[in-house]
């Protein structure tokens, strides 16, 4: 089975902190996706990472930036939270070539007060 | 621009009410359209994936299908457990998804 392990499943961190939130797979993926989920706004992409060190913009990437060191590990840092990122964050890996499928970690709730 | 529209948005039915859920996607070349279920507070799981029109694919009480502009999740015979929001995703040419709003799903006993 796919695992995808997200570090922390619930964050509350102050405005104007630096927060960081890793993922880890454990399928030898290229493809990883950082998506945040909002009620009636859906699954929004905010990077991605073809592979190790590259790294590419999705729809909302404003106020995140993101690091790809090792094949297995994704993070996505805040690098001065705001009230606005509040949301649940999803990490989701997948192998190169088209039509793969995405798999998701459980998602990490963030609130930013 | 792709678009994947779910609908209904919400859907209650009567456990062993069969139904089915509608996703409508135009995208530029179709790459696979995926079936996820997401349980309140947790990371959708995978269910699905269909690549061309005339496809079908089942998993217990689910049933998957696929034409030229949209899919069914048909269920047959629901469950108080299958309750969940059902979401789609159709990928395109260049390998992105495209996420539908998804439909919340209850099951009453």
Redesign the interface.
């Known amino acids: 089975d796919v695992k995808v392990t997200q570090s922390s499943r619930y964050l509350v961190k102050r405005t104007g902190e630096k927060v960081f939130l890793e993922c880890v797979q454990d399928m030898d993926h290229e493809n990883m996706f950082w998506y945040r989920q909002d009620p009636g706004l859906g699954l929004r992409l905010i990077y991605f990472s073809y592979d190790v060190k590259m790294k590419e913009k999705g729809d909302i990437p404003e106020g995140y930036s993101v690091s790809r060191e090792k094949k297995e590990r994704f993070s996505l840092i805040l690098e001065s939270a705001s009230t606005n990122q509040t949301s649940m964050y999803l990490c989701a890996s997948r192998s190169s070539g088209s039509g793969n499928t995405i798999y998701f970690g459980e998602g990490s709730w963030l609130t930013v007060v | 621009e792709d678009q994947v529209t779910q609908s209904p948005e919400a859907l209650r039915l009567q456990e062993g009410e069969s139904s089915s859920l509608n996703c409508s996607y135009t995208v530029s070349g179709l ?2 359209l ?1 079936w ?1 279920r997401q349980d309140p ?6 269910l699905f ?1 269909l ?1 061309s029109a005339g496809e079908e694919k089942e998993k217990e009480r689910l049933k998957a299908t696929l034409t030229k502009k949209e899919s069914f999740l048909h269920i047959t015979a629901p469950k108080p457990e299958d309750s969940a929001t059902y ?1 789609c ?1 159709a ?1 395109n040419a260049g ?3 495209t ?4 439909t919340r799903l209850m099951v009453k006993p």
């Open positions: 790459r696979g995926f996820y507070g947790k990371g959708p799981e995978f994936t690549y979401l995703a990928g390998n992105m998804l996420f539908g709003g998804g």
